[in-house]
Each structure stands twice: as C-alpha cells, then as structure tokens.
C-alpha cells in the first residue's frame, strides 16, 4: 500500500491528508485531525472517503498511519462484491 | 389531564432504557419531564438514533399491540415517565377530542420519520445537522424549553452524529461550518440562532411537517 501527501480541503484546520493506494490505484483518502474543535481526537487520522469496499458508515479513528493501513486491508481482505 | 390518569410516574436515570428493543410492552410510556430518544441498535453495535421525545410525547403508543418493539426508547437526560395501561388508552379514546389527540399524535410521529429519512438521504452534512437544530427549537419552544431563539442541546456530538447518519468528524465540521457563517452561537450545550430565519432558509426547514395544531392543543 502507498501513501501519497496531500492537502486536503475540509473548510478545517484538518489538511493534512494522504492518498492511499492499493495495487495503484485510489482506496481512500485519510486526513489528519488538526483542528483544535476535535478535542481529544487530534493527531488522529480520519478516513475521508473510501472506495471499492474500504468504507464504514462509521469508522473508526487511527493512531497512526499504520493503524490506518491494517484497517484498510482488512476492508479489502473482507469485501464482498455485490 | 395525564397527571390525574397517573400521577407522576416513574423516574429514569440518563442512560436508561425506557422500553428495550426486542421487548413486549404490556404499558404506553409518555414524557412528562426530560428528553429521550427512539434507536435501533446494528449487530456490530452502531446505533442509529430515529426519533426524539420531548416533554409530552407518547413512547410507544399502542405499542401493547406488537409482541416485541422494533427499536429502544431512551431516556437522554433524566425522565419522568407515566405509564398508561390499555384500559387508561381506552378511556382516553373514548373521547372523541383526546382519540384524535391520539391519532394526530401518531400522524405526526411519522411525518417526523418520513422529514428525518429526506434529511439524511438528501441534504449536506451542514444543513442535516441545521434541519436537525430547527426542528429541536420549534418543538422545544412548545413545550416552553426554548426562547425564541435558543434552546440547550441535551445532545453530544456524538448522539447527533448517530441521529444524521454522520461520524462525530464530520458533525463537528458542520457544527463549524454553521458557526463560522454566524448561522448558530454556541457555548457549551447552549445553543444561539442569532438570526432564525436564516437557519431554516439554509436547511430548507418548513415547520408544516411538524402539523402544530393550536387548537388540538386546546383539546386535549
């Protein structure tokens, strides 16, 4: 999986983001939260968006970007496509 | 009227199931006092948040007719909650003002649900979260909890986030977003519209969904 840097505009102090790839192509979009209006959570990072059977309609927060990459694969791994 | 029927009822603590999903309920539960919520609960353990209760609203009514409830009712802030037994729904039905008290009050229970489901299949996250907020100040200005334009929020972002379908992120973004363009004033859960009309214009509210009826309210 591939971590690429970007901004990502979120109308927050939240831009920190990366593009994730898997196999080349665009899984999902993570940002970091900066934004001091998120408390406890800043530093964690924030699935944005999701494609192809990395989504949740609630997921969870990352430590780490690591943290994020075990979550994403485990989406893919367990994906049923329907 | 209630209070003659059934006296004070009983109280619940915050946190507390009024009816629990999945359970028969032999009795109909009205809010005499204090905010609750209607939810159903996913197998992985999410929670969806499909109604809210305030002051006055039936829980459950006619709900001794279902074996089990399809969804929980819960008490947000402290409670005080009658007990009404069939027999009570009966006597009360017989008369005609107070059975169409009944059936407007299911009438617009549903209309609620079907302005919830628009609201989160339909609009942003900004104005979902400002529809929600409006429809908050008009139902708590009625039972007397809100002035003209402010009210407390008996909600965390969270519980809000579970009632529009969105992460506590992206409530908190909206929430922002309705600040920064000076659509609401917030501090701590007080929650300030510094200019009503504006609010309902940006999240397309019409209060007719609502079906205020002053003079049903002078029956009943």
């Given amino acids: 999986m591939e971590f690429q840097p970007i901004k990502v505009a979120t109308?927050?102090?939240d831009e920190?983001?990366?593009l994730v790839l898997h196999d080349g192509k665009l899984v999902a979009v993570l940002v970091r939260?900066?934004?001091p209006n998120?408390?406890?959570a800043i530093g964690q990072w924030s699935l944005e968006a999701g494609f192809n059977g990395v989504d949740s309609a609630k997921p969870p927060l990352f430590a780490n970007l690591a943290a994020a990459e075990r979550w994403i694969e485990l989406q893919i791994a367990n994906f049923i496509p329907v | 009227m209630l209070h003659a029927v059934v006296g004070r009822g009983q109280s619940l603590k915050a946190g507390e199931d009024i009816v629990r999903e999945g359970d028969h309920t032999d009795v109909v539960h009205v809010i005499l006092e204090g905010h609750g919520f209607r939810y159903k609960t996913l197998?992985?353990?999410?929670r969806q948040i499909i109604g809210y209760l305030v002051p006055g609203d039936f829980c459950d009514l006619y709900g001794f007719l279902l074996d089990k409830m399809d969804h929980g009712?819960?008490?947000?802030?402290?409670?005080?909650?009658?007990?009404?037994?069939e027999d009570h729904i009966l006597m009360l039905t017989s008369r005609p003002?107070?059975?169409?008290?009944?059936?407007?009050?299911?009438?617009?229970?549903?209309s609620i649900l079907r302005e919830w489901l628009v609201n989160m299949g339909r609009r942003t996250p900004s104005a979902r979260v400002a529809h929600i907020l409006c429809e908050l100040l008009v139902r708590l200005q009625v039972v007397g909890q809100a002035s003209a334009d402010s009210f407390r929020l008996e909600l965390s972002q969270s519980e809000l986030g579970d009632t529009v379908g969105l992460t506590t992120v992206s409530v908190n973004r909206a929430l922002q977003r309705l600040r920064g363009a000076n659509l609401i004033q917030s501090s701590g859960r007080e929650i300030v519209i510094p200019d009503v009309a504006a609010l309902k214009a940006f999240a397309d509210f019409d209060p007719g969904y609502l079906h205020f009826r002053q003079d049903r309210e002078d029956h009943s």
Wanted: proline content about 5%.
């Fill in chain 2, 43 to 46: 197998p992985d353990g999410k």
């Fill in chain 1, 11 to 13: 109308g927050s102090a």
């Fill in chain 2, 73 to 85: 009712i819960a008490a947000r802030t402290h409670c005080q909650v009658a007990e009404l037994t």
């Fill in chain 2, 97 to 110: 003002s107070l059975a169409r008290a009944l059936w407007w009050s299911e009438l617009v229970n549903a």
């Fill in chain 1, 16 to 18: 920190d983001g990366r």
């Fill in chain 1, 33 to 35: 939260l900066d934004d």
């Fill in chain 1, 38 to 40: 998120h408390g406890p």
